[in-house]
């Protein structure tokens, strides 16, 4: 079986979260020469699977199985890898199962490697993500077998193969907001407290603005406000409350405790309740790093180009490898379908994203 081969088959295998679609078994026996462990949690399937070649490094290469819903709209079946008009159409093309044949097919056939090659591999990092890549990276701390490095093969080029890597990504921080009034008659707004009118000329103040000016990786945490909603549909009654949803993706210099500070300032004098979810914490790898140094030197060799090193994007798994303080990039195809109908990468992609892994292994020391 080739990459192009395998890529089909694993388009093929429809796996949506938090279903693996028989993928991790197939790899396991696929890799029948590597030491294959289970860390199956909650209905979610998990696999870590590894060779040992010598004494060196642990480079571990991570990733998904699982993809979101086709939905409506495929000009064709998206469970079929269908080639038309120069591209390969299917769901999980870009996100990411490119990336996953690419890194399977390059570790099966290393020959030569100075320490260990290894899989992780979850079908759950689509859907809520906490009994996937985190519940083996546990495991691998209990065992003493956390790996040095790891790349995730996540979709991170923009405009070109080759043309970018992630080395963080910024935190994610949920806030939601209960401001209090007192219901009334629209008639008499004077004998009521409308919280509408309250938040209104104070949202000017907070919605969109920057709480941070970012840096040379990380463009700045904003406040985006996601959804506001009160009264009962009707036109004679104001509201007893308000309720306002935010996200912030947050850099490294902001915290909850610097929102909930623009909270208080821009909300004071009014009656309300804050709270605040984090999903997702900011990370960085520092670009001095050998994996940094060795993907660049990888992608340079196979494509000709130097990439350029990214935060931007929402979250990955990538997260968890950094809680465990592994340095982590991310890198593989275009990312312009992830998600929607007609999902599409090309050929030329995936069997290039295959050849720079296998010349990272090669040039790994």
């Not at 899989?119 to 546990?138: F, H, K, N, Q, Y």
């Not at 008659?185 to 907070?206: D, E, G, V």
């Amino acid at each position: 079986m080739d990459i192009l081969e395998l890529f089909k088959k694993l388009i093929e295998s429809k796996s949506e979260t938090p279903d693996d679609g028989g993928i991790l078994d197939f790899i396991a026996s696929y890799l029948s020469d590597f030491t294959a462990i289970r860390v199956d949690a909650a209905g979610v399937k998990n696999l870590f699977i590894y060779k040992k070649f010598g004494e060196g490094e642990h480079l571990c290469f991570a990733g998904h199985v699982d993809v979101v819903p086709a939905g409506r709209g495929w000009d064709s079946d998206p469970y079929k890898l269908v080639e038309r008009d120069g591209y390969l159409y299917g769901r999980g093309t870009q996100d990411m199962k490119s990336g996953v044949a690419a890194f399977t097919q390059a570790v099966k056939e290393a020959k030569n490697f100075s320490g260990t090659l290894s899989l992780l591999l979850t079908s759950d990092e689509e859907g809520e993500a906490t009994d996937g890549t985190i519940r083996v990276l546990e495991y691998l701390k209990e065992h003493e077998m956390l790996p040095d490095a790891v790349v995730v093969a996540e979709p991170t080029c923009e405009d070109v193969f080759g043309d970018a890597i992630k080395v963080g990504r910024r935190g994610s921080i949920n806030g939601y907001i209960t401001l209090r009034g007192k219901q009334g008659h629209a008639a008499y707004p004077q004998k009521a407290i409308n919280p509408i009118h309250n938040i209104a000329p104070r949202l000017a103040n907070m919605a969109g603005v920057d709480l941070d000016n970012g840096d040379e990786y990380f463009s700045p945490s904003k406040f985006v406000v996601t959804d506001i909603r009160a009264g009962m549909e009707v036109t004679n009654v104001t509201p007893n409350e308000l309720k306002m949803m935010f996200n912030v993706r947050n850099t490294t210099l902001t915290t909850q405790k610097e929102i909930k500070e623009f909270v208080d300032k821009n909300l004071n004098g009014l009656d309300y309740e804050i709270r605040l979810t984090q999903g997702s914490y900011p990370f960085r790898t520092n670009t001095d790093t050998k994996v940094v140094k060795n993907i660049d030197k990888a992608i340079e060799n196979i494509t000709g180009c130097k990439p350029k090193h990214s935060t931007a994007g929402g979250t990955s798994d990538a997260r968890f490898v950094a809680q465990f303080g592994v340095d982590v990039i991310e890198f593989g195809v275009k990312n312009d379908t992830i998600h929607a109908v007609n999902e599409r990468t090309t050929k030329e992609e995936v069997v290039g994203l295959y050849k720079v892994f296998k010349n990272l292994i090669d040039i790994w020391e």
